[in-house]
């Protein structure tokens, strides 16, 4: 492989589009890198495959400027793009077999056609469909659909590998497996391959980075982890499934700390947070976060330096590996507890203590 | 593969009524008109008695009619029937693709029901009444000429009506929105994923329009071939009325045999023999579709 000669290998920079009176993709901006499996995630209707198919060129945007691989490409037509797409439904033409789905492209590509023969049984080798060339799509399950997609895609040795939901037409077993391949196919090219999903466990699992959108902007970039362990709003912490929300008022705590007062009177101090979230001044209104697997049941008020709010057990969840329960605090406030055991505390009814450690409180906008 | 008898034999009573009325509408008269093309006119026009079968058999007059048929200047008139027919649909198929792709894929939504609307709306009036229309348009002192004249872009009238010309105007006319609405229900059907990942993979609009929309919209050009070319070859309204005697159908040969020379049976024999032309190509593309794996349509 020639090293990449751009720093980048799609760099998108202040696009927008609008359809009529709706702007699906509202002043996004972002870099993808070489190699990168770069996931966007979000609910539908944020604007996250309108993006994908700006970058196919299959839209042309509003406002801003795509470019890929060094080159700018904002007005070049889908055909001419160095990137192909694996579309939700697949897309794959019904009147043509496996074989001339997979050469579709080729003849575009200057290639002499006796060299197709050899490229279309490389690429379907690669996903493993050897012995299925002469079948038409129809008569194939939803897991080869998807990978004569892949391989019609591939065999042109695009420079970024677009994915609609590649997942979302597949049952839930037939995911897993695929998740996996479609990794070790990424690793396998070292190209870059952008996926849109709606499904955070799916982006936590398969991205190297990731961006969450919501309506037409993109509200987090990072890291899979980062962004589980540390939303920054709280609209991303809702999506990435952070079910517990807590407001405090902030107070004084001496330099490099915040303290936090919760309704309850309850009190913790945390590491104050930087920009863009702080500085908080005291008296301001502060929300944060706990995961639920960082909470903790207890019967009395735990040991100085944990933080705790006191709450009735509503419900509990058998979950087999883990239990959930339910319990509401002083405020009617929902909370979620995901703990391995059943404490005694945590029977139907109990008053109960709420606690966790202060360093997974997470503050969020 | 179990179920295929029994369900075979359920459905006899359901195709009951589909038999009854292709047997009293279709296969009955066509019986006849066949045994009416193997008798020879009556001296007063009419049907001649057979009165010695066996003789009549033997002398081969029976197929008087079917000889008669073949000669030169019939034969001229069913070859100018086929090419007009031919061109009619060729014109039609020309003018519709563009007209139905910009109604099925290309206006929006809620425009779709008035385009539509608007290929329909002819219907409302009777197309003999239409095809007079085109008289009054073509004529030497209508409309056309008229403007043109006006327009100052010719000094004379242009001879038109009474014409092959008139002729081919009228057909593709009447045919035209047999042409456009099966092109509407398959471009109408056309996923247009498909047409994106073509794009993607490559392919310019004329590619994918030459190697995605025809081939996946073939079940709409076919039929719409023959929706128009069928009807075609049959016409003598049109003819008639735009074509004056120089441009005489196999349609309007028919129709004279009946009308005007009193020939039933040499009528009847042209008949049957566009009538067999007719079914004949219906089975040659019902064996191509098969062959190519197509759905058979018609």
Redesign the interface.
Known sequence: MTPPSAPHSVEIRGISKRFGEVTAVDGVSLAIGHGELFALLGPSGCGKTTLL?LI???EAPSAGTIVIDGADVTRT????RP???V???Y?????LSVEENVA??L???GLPRRAWAAKVAEALALVRLDGFERRRPDELSGGQRQRVALA??LV?EPKVLLLDEPLGALDQKLRKEVQVELKTLQRTLGISFVFVTHDQEEALALSDRMAVMSRGRVAQIGKPAEIFERPETELVAEFMGAANFFTAEAREAGPGLLGLRLPSSATLTVPAPGPPLGPFQPGDRVRFIVRPEKLALRAAPPEKGFAAVPVTVEDRVYQGASTLWLVRGPGGERFTVCGPGDPPAAANGARAFLCWDPEHTVIVR | MRTEPRRTRAAVPLLLPTWIVLGLFFLVPLALMLGVSFRERGVYGGLRPVIDLLAYLRSGGFLGNYARSLAPIYLAIGWRSVWMAALTTVLCLGISYPVAYGIAVLAPRRWKSLLLGLVVVPFWTSFLIRTYAWMFILRSEGLLNASLLGCGVIHRPLELLYTPFAVLVGLVYGELPFMILPLYASLEKL?R??L?????????GA?VFR??TV??TMPGIVAGVVLVFIPSLGQFVVSDLLGGAKTMLIGNLIQNQFAVARNPPFGSALAFELTAAVLLLLLAYALFMRKTGGEVLL
């Not at chain 1, 037509?77 to 001419?80: I, K, N, R």
């Not at chain 1, 897309?91 to 009147?95: D, E, G, K, R, V």
């Not at chain 2, 994106?196 to 310019?204: E, P, R, S, V």
């Open positions: 198919r196919a060129g299959l037509p889908p055909h001419l990137v192909n797409m579309f939700q439904q897309a794959l033409f019904p009147h579709f492209g003849r575009y590509k019609r895609a042109l | 996923d994923s498909l994106d990942a073509a794009a993607d993979l490559g392919a310019g590619g190697r995605v081939p996946l």
